[in-house]
């Protein structure tokens, strides 16, 4: 059956491009029909299974710590404690039961996406689609900086909620538009138009005023320095073309992030970054603004008290209120940490799976890197490099708790943990493009 298998990868597709657009799916409607979307499609895989005889799942190892989390989430459930008003571990029953549905939802998604695409031309349509809609976001997000506040008056966040989220976003389609970018692998009339893709993304996340995101987007810069200096693309590639592509991505990003700025102006960027000594702490709690440091010497009590399980998955926003020490107006939904949040919610259990999924990704992503074929390197390289920035990013807020943005993220990974030995993939040379 082809034609199911080319729906299948077809809706994997739009769901990668449609994803972002209603707020990066964080609404209750929008992400219901996520999960449909979702369903529908493994409901085609499995009359896909039926008619060819088998159930082909592509033998990914990141989806075992993601199971793991699905249990600690089913456990989190159970009527095991009668702490007070409540007769689980989790804080909000219904809550975690909707993190569950959603985590499942996406495990689905993992094996979907590493089953159905595994050649290297559907690598490649899936590459150019996340590069070209982050190309168009973030044009959309510089767009915004322009229009009159009468007309527009979200600001920069391009369809986003916010600005760390929109940011978040672009910084994983930079890692794989640098990557091919420095690649030798497009033709050279094309270079022009690539450098000017990595300036515009690079102009979005400027503009969004993320702090959070222009940090990541230099760790990118390092990291895939990094990774391109020891690696070997081509058998019998000597020492001086790697370096010289290491310092191409440093200087490369360097550039464009400087052009982004003097292009798009980097006053929201600046006046953001000046905030951090601008009022004291005392300030901060008597206007109720909620700073970062504020909400993790808050948090950290609540990992104490719950050490093994956590609090329950997608539960934070209740726990948080019994140790929040403000007057309660303002609302708190995250950590703002997504490593911390993980440990409060999952618990050190939680934590050390996520560490688990962490280690794997780049283990596997630095071995399938090894490869003689430069396309396909480079899209392992600028998978890992977008996945990198988000980790890094992750630290300062919680863009993997965003529908999309975990969606692609999820995506990035199975793009850079593709088995080297797999049997469907004939190892083939990309026409230059």
């Known amino acids: 059956m082809v034609i199911l298998d080319k729906i299948i990868f077809a809706s994997l597709v739009l769901l990668l491009a449609l994803t972002p657009l209603p707020y990066g799916t964080v609404e209750v409607w929008s992400i219901t029909t996520w999960e449909l979307w979702i369903l529908a499609t493994a409901l085609l895989w499995g009359i896909y299974a039926v008619k060819e005889g088998k159930l082909q799942i592509a033998a990914n190892p990141l989806v075992l710590p993601l199971l793991a989390l699905l249990v600690i989430a089913l456990v989190q459930l159970l009527p095991l404690t009668s702490a007070g008003d409540r007769h689980t571990i989790s804080y909000d029953a219904y ?30 349509l899936v590459v150019k689609t996340i590069i070209w809609l982050a190309f168009v976001l973030a044009l959309v997000g510089i767009g915004q900086k322009y229009v009159s506040k009468a007309v527009w008056q979200r600001g920069t966040f391009g369809p986003f909620v916010n600005s760390n989220h929109f940011a978040g976003f672009l910084e994983m389609g930079i890692g794989l538009a640098v990557a091919l970018l420095i690649s030798q692998n497009i033709r050279r009339e094309r270079i022009a138009i690539y450098a000017c893709v990595v300036l515009v993304l690079c102009g979005g996340v400027v503009v969004s005023g993320s702090r959070g995101g222009t940090l990541s987007l230099m760790a990118e810069a390092v990291f895939l320095a990094l990774v391109a200096w020891p690696g070997r693309s081509k058998k019998g590639e000597g020492r001086g073309p790697l370096m010289r592509r290491a310092a191409t991505a440093v200087v490369l990003f360097a550039v464009m992030l400087a052009g982004s700025m003097w292009l798009v102006g980097s006053d929201t960027l600046v006046e953001k970054f000046s905030q951090l000594s601008a009022q004291t702490p005392a300030e901060l709690q008597e206007g109720e603004n909620f700073d970062r440091s504020t909400i993790w010497r808050t948090t950290v009590p609540m990992i104490k ?14 726990a948080y209120t019994r140790y929040d020490l403000s007057s309660g107006q303002e609302r708190l939904e995250q950590a703002h940490n997504d490593y911390l949040q993980i440990v409060t919610d999952a618990g050190v259990i939680g934590g050390v799976v996520a560490l688990v999924f962490l280690v794997l990704l780049f283990a596997r992503g630095f071995s399938a890197a090894q490869t003689h074929d430069p396309r396909r390197r480079a899209i392992v390289i600028g998978s890992l490099t977008g996945c990198f920035a988000i980790a890094v990013h992750s630290f300062v807020d919680f863009n993997l708790q965003v529908t999309s943005n975990a969606q692609l993220f999820l995506a990035l990974a199975a793009l850079a943990t593709v088995s080297r030995s797999d049997r469907r993939e004939q190892e083939s040379r990309f026409e230059e493009e």
């Open 95 to 124: 809550s975690t039961l909707q993190a569950a549905i959603k985590l499942l939802v996406l495990i689905l998604f993992f094996l979907l996406f590493a089953t159905f695409v595994q050649t290297n031309e559907r690598r490649s």
């Open 305 to 318: 008290d719950h050490p093994i399980l956590g609090v329950g998955l997608g539960a934070y926003q209740f």
